[in-house]
């Protein structure tokens, strides 16, 4: 709204037909209404009528005499609303403005008071430094001084004593003086921040080239005066030698070295070079050359190896009243489908509430029995396939006691002769169980007489070998063959300390999808607890939970107590031994160690020592076909029975790799390796999930499973024999002699022969024979009786033999006639 010449204007936008309406007021005057429509733009007279807003009144909604004509009374009052709103958003607007302006002001004046101020703390900040630095300097002059008066003293030791006392009241001023600047300095740093931003270099310093630098230390002011006064006293102490004990390893890095030593890096490089060496601080050296110089910086040599970490591993011998009896360990053996588990399921039922089933034959089952007069028993089930013959060894290798189960209808097998070896060779006593006595063709004497070859004499044929016939199909000798089990327990007289760090070996492990990696541990010296740290070969980890062979969880595990293990940092290999340590810390260590040492050792293995080896081994394998293979099974020991049943398979010219085994579920990675090498995946009692079958189907990986050793073996046999190459074999068909030889134009020479042996056929190779040498291989251009080209001809029937690019032939000649036939081959 704006004011001319006594008229006031309004502008008004009205609703969506009404479009805008100016209207001019004047006192007593009529002016012309203006209503710009979106159609067309119509100008009516009106009179003009006095402001509500300029007369302080508000006009009658319902009088028209106050009101332009045409406008209806809501209309008239929505525009002195709409007028009265702009007003006051005017006024507003005004307000806000005033308010901004002042703000901005007022920030304006602060930055420049802050600009004065930072200026003026900068200049203070300056004189401070340069008073301090001249401080300093009065400081150094003064110390010259005196120990220049401290020199002449020691020069004239005769000199007056008014003389000596002299000098002294004349210097008496100044060091008050320095006190008090240094009092000054210090009242000075302690104001606000200024002390802790005085060593910092500022813009007003540099341009006015102030003394900017960081500032010694009082301490260094001090050290600096010290040594001053003990050169002008002549005299240089020295500061005592700290003779260190430094642990040397095989190798060492410089700079360890030096500090290990307390020796300045610097030095060390120094000396090192003066020995010959050039070498940086970043480098190593062996430990023969650090022990030199270590010597020669006058320090004591430790030596130490990196398997000293396993010195925290208690080997305690144990006194003889420490020790109580502990339950025997009864491995079951013998050959396959001689009843092993049968016989173990059958004890189980028998003296055991019911719990979970017997153990599959592929893993070695562990489980503890209880007699009637409360013997406590510990069994170990393996299996008796001969692929598994590491298991098998590993069974005997933790065993008290063997129980050799031969089947009386199947007599001695080949595994039931290796299991004999395993109980010689772990020299534990052997309990003979001639099971399925119960069958119509059991034959009992067959069996003691085989075993007899094996120099295994039970107590029926005059030895020291009990032998118990049993049944696990209807139960008949359960009792007797416990009662000796506990009799050759009694005669052992088996003990062992429970109140030490425990420890036990590994009898199966397996990475279980919900509990993680699960290790069956079987106790075999002091008491296992739930979280007691542990490391087991190169894995480590705290005791989770324990559960025995039922499945509950216990709290504790004493000697010869199996149990499985929760908790591990990863999958142990079956036959590792379990060792209880202190701190997590020493268990991480050791694990390291022996990760490293075997890591090392498959490379010395895998690696050539020689040029000579790597060439020959580059020859040896020039024409030898591999194929890659990817395995994964569902315990520790399977999958090593299986890498070990897969190296046995192969000969000179095809042969199995394994590029990876493991244990748990087959994964993406797993698929991503075999697509790589071209390698089919293997689960033995696995399956891949769902992300690795995806893979699979896309990238064209082939994945088999079994859950029978026998199948999986026999099926990479078929695979691997078809990269061996077809054998070539020659059947002779027929001789034919050269009668005379002939020359046809067109075809060459054409030898005149009579079949003496077989058939000559067209189609078959011949070689041409002269004096019973050989002198050419090839085969036939033309074979003709008479003038007709025939395929071939009999025994005792003249033809015509031309051969193909060959026309040295004579009479007398022989022509040995044979075929070609491709025979598949198969590893055997």
Wanted: hydrophobic share 40%; aromatic share 2%.
């Amino acid at each position: 709204m704006s004011d001319n010449d006594g008229k006031k204007t309004l502008g008004v936008r009205g609703g969506p037909r009404a479009g805008n309406v100016k209207q001019s007021f004047s006192h007593g005057r009529t002016k012309n209404v203006v209503v710009e429509t979106k159609r067309k733009r119509i100008v009516k007279p009106t009179t003009a009528t006095p402001s509500p807003a300029a007369s302080g009144k508000s006009a009658a909604p319902g009088s028209s005499a106050k009101r332009p004509a045409g406008i209806s009374d809501a209309e008239m009052e929505r525009r002195m609303k709409a007028l009265q709103a702009a007003k006051e958003r005017e006024a507003e607007d005004a307000a806000k403005r005033e308010a901004e302006e002042q703000a901005r002001e007022a920030d304006r004046k602060r930055r420049r008071e802050e600009a004065e101020a930072k200026e003026r703390e900068e200049q203070e900040r300056a004189e401070r430094a340069k008073a301090k630095a001249e401080a300093d300097e009065r400081a150094k002059a003064e110390a010259e001084a005196a120990a220049q008066q401290a020199a002449a003293a020691a020069a004239q030791p005769a000199a007056p004593a008014a003389d000596r006392g002299a000098a002294p009241s004349k210097s008496a001023p100044a060091p008050r003086k320095q006190d008090k600047d240094r009092d000054q300095q210090r009242r000075g740093k302690g104001r606000g921040d200024d002390g802790r931003r005085s060593g910092k270099l500022t813009l007003n310093q540099a341009l006015s080239g102030g003394e900017g630098g960081r500032q010694k230390s009082l301490a260094a002011m001090k050290r600096k005066q010290e040594r001053a006064r003990q050169k002008a006293m002549g005299g240089n102490v020295e500061r005592e030698k700290v003779v260190r004990e430094v642990q040397l390893p095989e190798t060492i890095v410089v700079s360890e070295l030096a500090n290990r030593m307390a020796e300045r890096v610097a030095d060390v490089v120094k000396s090192l070079m003066t020995n010959g060496m050039m070498v940086t601080q970043n480098q190593s050296i062996d430990a023969d050359t650090a022990e030199l110089i270590i010597e020669e910086f006058g320090h004591k040599v430790v030596r130490v190896s990196d398997a000293d970490v396993e010195d925290v591993i208690d080997q305690v011998e144990d006194k003889p009243e420490d020790l109580e009896g502990r339950p025997p360990v009864i491995t079951i053996m013998g050959h396959v489908d001689h009843g092993k588990t049968s016989l173990l399921d059958a004890i189980r039922d028998a003296k055991v509430v019911a719990g979970e089933a017997g153990g599959i034959t592929q893993h070695i089952g562990a489980y503890q029995v209880t007699t009637d007069s409360g013997t406590v028993l510990s069994f170990l089930d393996t299996p008796g396939h001969a692929a598994f013959t590491s298991m098998r060894a590993r069974g005997a290798q933790v065993t008290d006691i063997v129980v050799l189960v031969v089947a009386a209808d199947d007599a001695v097998m080949p595994q039931t002769i290796e299991a004999i070896n395993h109980a010689k060779a772990a020299e534990v006593p052997m309990i003979v169980a001639i099971n399925k006595v119960d069958l119509p063709a059991a034959d009992p004497d067959k069996v003691r007489s085989d075993l007899l070859r094996h120099e295994v004499i039970v107590e029926a044929m005059s030895g020291d070998v009990q032998d118990v016939e049993v049944s696990a199909h209807t139960g008949q000798g359960l009792d007797e063959l416990l009662e000796a089990i506990a009799l050759q327990a009694e005669i052992l007289e088996l003990k062992a300390n429970p109140n030490r760090a425990a420890e036990g070996a590994v009898i199966e492990a397996q990475l279980d999808v919900g509990r993680g990696p699960v290790a069956t541990v079987l106790v075999q010296n002091g008491t296992l607890r739930q979280g007691d740290i542990f490391v087991v070969g190169e894995q480590y980890g705290k005791v989770r939970a324990l559960i025995n062979d039922r499945g509950d969880r216990v709290e504790e595990a004493g000697p010869s107590v199996p149990v499985e293990v929760l908790g591990l940092n990863g999958t142990p290999e079956a036959g590792d031994v379990l060792n209880v340590v202190s701190t997590d810390a020493q268990a991480r260590e050791i694990a390291e160690y022996r990760e490293k040492a075997a890591k090392d050792k498959r490379a010395a293995a895998g690696a050539a020592t020689s040029l000579e080896q790597l060439m020959a081994n580059a020859k040896e394998n020039e024409n030898v076909s591999e194929m890659p293979v990817v395995v994964k099974a569902d315990v520790q020991g399977s999958a090593e029975a299986i890498v070990q049943a897969m190296e046995k398979i192969g000969n000179e010219e095809v042969r199995v790799r394994v590029l990876h085994s493991g244990v748990g579920a087959i994964t993406e990675s797993d698929i991503g390796l075999a697509e790589a090498s071209g390698a089919p995946v293997f689960g033995f009692n696995v399956r891949a999930n769902a992300p690795a079958r995806n893979s699979a189907n896309q990238k064209g990986v082939e994945i088999r499973y079994y859950s029978v050793i026998y199948d999986l073996v026999d099926d990479v046999k078929a695979a691997a024999s078809g990269l061996l190459g077809a054998e070539i074999r020659e059947n002779f068909i027929g001789y034919a002699t050269i009668k005379e030889v002939f020359k046809v134009t067109g075809v060459g020479k054409v030898a005149g022969c009579l079949v003496t042996e077989g058939v000559a056929r067209r189609s078959a190779g011949v070689r041409l024979l002269r004096d019973d040498v050989v002198i050419h291989e090839g085969t036939l251009k033309t074979l003709k009786r008479f003038k007709d080209e025939v395929p071939e001809v009999q025994s005792g029937q003249e033809c015509g033999m031309a051969f193909e690019n060959y026309d040295d032939i004579r009479a007398d000649d022989v022509i040995e006639i044979f075929e070609r036939e491709e025979v598949e081959r198969s590893l055997d």
